[in-house]
């Protein structure tokens, strides 16, 4: 199977439910030196808006922090973000979290897509 999107391969997807308010770790590749993405849930008491925090916690690991997301509504980021490279191919990113109304639990659905390949450096 093969999915497309605006040019860009989908190469893992999926939906994941957070029983509780916990962080959800993703990882790329089993290899030897493997990639993983930290997605979480913070609130911060003295802003009134939300957002994105996307840090580079390592080199082969990214935190991805949604940052006073409302509840009971899917949020995400609407411009495709590139966040590196896989199997030499650009990686790029899509997600939407919702967080129920109590803060009890939150999902995340979010789509890794494979884009032009990188030329290697000499």
């Known amino acids: 199977m093969k999915i497309t999107s605006e ?6 997807h999926g939906r994941i439910f957070a029983y509780g308010m916990g962080p959800i770790e993703i990882t790329l590749s089993e290899e030897h ?3 993983k993405f930290v997605f979480c849930v913070e609130y911060e008491a003295d802003r009134d808006d939300f ?5 580079l ?3 082969n690991e990214v935190r ?3 940052v006073n997301f409302p509840k009971g509504k899917p949020i995400g980021n609407r411009d495709i973000i590139q966040i590196g490279v896989l199997n030499n ?10 967080i129920n109304y ?8 979010f789509t890794f897509f494979a884009g032009e390949g990188v030329a290697e450096r000499e």
């Open 64 to 66: 991805i922090a949604c």
């Open 7 to 12: 040019g860009y391969e989908a190469v893992y």
């Open 33 to 35: 030196d493997p990639l």
């Open 51 to 55: 957002t994105t925090d996307i840090r």
């Open 89 to 98: 191919r650009t990686l790029s990113l899509r997600y939407e979290v919702t």
């Open 102 to 109: 109590e803060a009890t639990n939150w999902s995340l659905a």
């Open 57 to 59: 916690v390592r080199y």
